[in-house]
């Protein structure tokens, strides 16, 4: 059982480029998020989506785009990358949004912009 | 404004010794309290959770925690450390009032010596 998948684990990026980091997760959750943490920092909501064809942004928008197109996938984009994106992004997801919590954490994607 | 607080960036234990971690929220109702584990280089994982009920929660790996309302506080506590517990903690608060609104603590990195 993979859970929530994360790719790629590592990526470098200079100021400008775009990257789309990919999420995708087999349990058949409804509720899936986009977080981003910075050292020292707790996690902070980027976007959000309650179902395929919903989303929502978070905390932290700026900078980044997202859709879903399937119950499974939940991409992130940076269209135009910036050093103040340089964080640990983390997708997760739950099955119900019973609390507002999500359950489920992929291990990561450190992304670097110089 | 709801916030969390972890106020010990770190803390160092020996093994066997017990452990608690604080955490103090600031929130005008009863929230939706929960404490995540993460090792490094990987996501959050769930380890117990505080709805309503009992105020004394269990969780997985042995960890418990108890909700004081008159303290604003959800202390995670283990009677026993093991090595494999060295990790960071993170507290949450999340609200039933709808959106996204869950709010981690920065983080306590906790040491276990032999």
């Known amino acids: 059982n993979a859970g929530v998948t994360q790719t790629p684990k590592f990526r470098i990026l200079k100021i400008g480029q775009s990257m789309t980091l990919q999420c995708t997760q087999d349990m058949n959750h409804n509720y899936m998020y986009w977080y981003r943490q910075d050292p020292g920092m707790g996690l902070k909501l980027i976007y959000y989506s309650v179902g395929a064809g919903i989303t929502d942004k978070g905390e932290v928008p700026n900078g980044y785009n997202v859709s879903r197109s399937t119950t499974e996938d939940f991409p992130l984009r940076l269209e135009l990358a910036a050093p103040s994106q340089t964080s640990v992004y983390f997708c997760?997801?739950?099955?119900?949004?019973?609390?507002?919590?999500?359950?489920?954490f992929g291990d990561g994607t450190r992304l670097s912009i110089l | 404004a709801q916030s969390v607080t972890q106020p010990d960036i770190h803390i160092t234990v020996s093994e066997g010794a017990s452990l608690e971690l604080r955490c103090n929220y600031s929130y005008g109702a009863t929230p939706y309290l929960f404490w995540y584990v993460q090792s490094p280089g990987q996501g959050l994982q769930l380890l117990l959770k505080?709805?309503?009920?009992?105020?004394l929660v269990q969780g997985i790996k042995g960890f418990e925690a108890e909700f004081k309302r008159s303290q604003s506080s959800f202390n995670l506590r283990k009677p026993s450390v093991h090595w494999s517990d060295a990790a960071e903690y993170f507290c949450a608060v999340a609200t039933n009032t709808g959106g996204f609104k869950t709010i981690f603590g920065a983080g306590t990195r906790l040491f276990v010596k032999a």
């Open positions: 505080y709805f309503s009920g009992d105020t």
């Open positions: 997760a997801s739950s099955l119900q949004q019973v609390s507002n919590q999500p359950q489920h």
